[in-house]
């Protein structure tokens, strides 16, 4: 059996917190499937131009879109392609000098055009401020994109868990967002908050029971919204993982056992 490929990526905390309202679930996806290939290939593509060269097949797999026929990438890259062009809005942008901008505008990919000589094989020129982000040394996130795909399948749940992500290693394990920013970063038009505690309980769900994060989201006055982190460290991960390794051995133990007896 093939083992399966995991892709993750350092993801710019701007990025993850950027207004994405013209974005659907696959232009994410296809945005993360970007981000990893540039990164991989970052000493590659600076030497060509900022063009990043992939395949069809390579692009549906980073994407989690294993399906041809349920997801055309002829389709993905025609209904994607303006959208990924646009300029998009970053959120605590840092400059060159080290500065910090709350929010910047920048463009991210120039262009995504069809390779002709080469079958099957896509021409993505990302733009020198993006080459920047990917190239960030500090305030980024680690981001499991496979998980992601395979457990995560709506939109704001992907954006929600990206976002709860960047802030994991708050020493005060509290998040605090008010839901002006809240719909600044997440909503495309104004919501209640009956509404955003809606969305937000549903996508929280999914998140604690599939993830490594586990939180307790709460609702107070003057419509705020506190994430409370729990403290999971790696030493807790580790010991689950043997708890299960343990229960799992036991389990082929005494199923030996009934199949000796049974004989």
């Known amino acids: 059996m093939e083992e399966k490929r995991i892709y993750t990526i350092h993801k710019a905390n701007s990025l993850i917190k950027a207004k994405l309202n013209n974005f659907n ?7 993360n499937s970007i981000y990893y290939l540039a990164q991989k290939n970052k000493n590659k593509i600076q030497n060509n131009s900022n063009i990043i060269s992939v395949k069809y097949s390579k692009l ?21 392609q303006s959208v990924l062009i646009e300029p998009i809005i970053l959120n605590n942008y840092i400059t060159k ?23 099957n094989t896509l021409d993505i020129k990302i733009t020198k401020q993006f080459f920047n982000l990917i190239n960030q040394k500090k305030n980024w996130t680690k981001i499991d994109t496979t ?9 704001f749940a992907q954006r929600l868990y990206e976002y709860l992500k960047s802030y994991n290693n ?8 008010y839901l002006d920013k809240f719909i600044e970063i997440f909503e495309a038009k104004k919501v ?5 505690k809606l969305k937000i309980n549903r996508s929280m769900e999914i998140i604690n029971s599939v993830s490594d994060l586990d939180i307790k989201v709460s609702y107070h006055k003057n419509n705020l919204i506190v994430f409370n982190f729990k403290n999971v460290t790696d030493i807790d ?9 343990k229960i799992e051995k036991d389990k082929i133990m005494i199923a030996n056992i009934l199949k000796k007896i049974s004989i």
Do not use: V
């Not at 549906?60 to 994607?80: A, E, F, Q, V």
């Not at 991210?108 to 080469?118: A, C, F, M, Q």
């Not at 708050?170 to 967002?177: A, F, I, V």
């Open 25 to 31: 679930l696959q232009q994410l996806k296809f945005l």
């Open 60 to 80: 549906i797999d980073l994407m989690g879109y294993h399906n041809r026929k349920t997801h055309p990438l002829s389709k993905i890259i025609k209904d994607s």
């Open 97 to 119: 000098k080290g500065n910090l901008k709350e929010w910047k505008k920048i463009q991210l990919i120039k262009s995504i055009t069809i390779n002709k000589g080469y079958r």
């Open 147 to 155: 998980f992601i795909n395979e457990n995560l399948s709506s939109l």
């Open 170 to 177: 708050l020493e005060s394990r509290k998040l605090l967002l």
């Open 192 to 196: 209640y908050f009956s509404t955003a």
């Open 237 to 245: 991960i580790k010991a689950n993982l043997k708890n299960q390794k």
